[in-house]
Nanobody, 124 residues
């Protein structure tokens, strides 16, 4: 049974930082692209970042470039999202997702497994 469990969300002031973590189990982690998505109230789920199987390639949503960094530790089956210079518009539930293969897709339908999400709230 595949499980993705996010942690690290919380309340932070604008300009602050948070580091999200996602622990994966029940799958051969190094076979999967890992992605982060977010969903704000009454909005569609939005691509945040993705990282290739060996961590050598990354991709980011336009509004995250230069502020967010995705990384992974295959030995620990963990993926991370470092978020800096946070803005109120970054407020959302953040989801970790896994996609079999090595193509960095940005659409939700390409991902096979999802976590339950962690809330990030940025106050102004």
């Amino acid at each position: 049974q595949v499980q993705l469990v996010e942690s690290g969300g919380g309340l932070v002031q604008a300009g602050g930082s948070l580091r999200l973590s996602c622990a994966a189990s029940g799958l051969t982690f190094s076979n999967y692209v890992m992605g982060w998505f977010r969903q704000a109230p009454e909005k569609e789920r939005e691509f945040v970042a993705a990282i290739s199987r060996n961590g050598g390639r990354t991709n980011y949503g336009d509004s995250m470039k230069g502020r967010f960094t995705v990384s992974r530790d295959n030995a620990k089956s963990m993926v991370y999202l470092q978020m800096n210079s946070l803005k109120p518009e970054d407020t959302a539930v953040y989801y970790c997702a896994a996609r079999l293969g090595d193509i960095l897709r940005t659409d939700t339908r390409s991902y096979d497994y999802w976590g339950q999400g962690t809330q990030v709230t940025v106050s102004s």
